[in-house]
Nanobody, 123 residues
Framework: QVQLVESGGGSAQTGGSLRLSCAAS????????MGWFRQAPGKEREFVAA????????RYADSVKGRFTISRDNAKNTVYLQMNTLKPEDTAVYYC????????????????WGQGTQVTVSS
């Protein structure tokens, strides 16, 4: 089992920045990919970004390219999502996910999920 705990959510104004963290514990050695997803009220969960736990390869949704950066600190078993130039449409609950494979943007393929952290961007 892998446990994931997100932190760092909160409120920001348009154009502002926030950094989310996702701390992993448990069977860390089994993780291949970690991802961030988000779900806005009344909308389906959508892919934001993902990173290979060992190699560091990254993938991003088109809507966040150039504004968000995913990174990892293997020593701290933590993945980060740096969010810059925030927009009101970035408002959502953000979830961290982990998997033993490489599902990248396919949310239903991820085995482990955090509890989510709210991000609210005001105009």
């Amino acid at each position: 089992q892998v446990q994931l705990v997100e932190s760092g959510g909160g409120s920001a104004q348009t154009g502002g920045s926030l950094r989310l963290s996702c701390a992993a514990s448990g069977r860390i050695y089994s993780i291949h990919t970690m991802g961030w997803f988000r779900q806005a009220p009344g909308k389906e969960r959508e892919f934001v970004a993902a990173i290979s736990w060992r190699g560091g390869s990254t993938r991003y949704a088109d809507s966040v390219k150039g504004r968000f950066t995913i990174s990892r600190d293997n020593a701290k078993n933590t993945v980060y999502l740096q969010m810059n130039t925030l927009k009101p449409e970035d408002t959502a609950v953000y979830y961290c996910a982990a998997d033993q494979g490489a599902p990248w943007g396919r949310d239903k393929a991820y085995d482990y999920w955090g509890q989510g952290t709210q991000v609210t961007v005001s105009s």
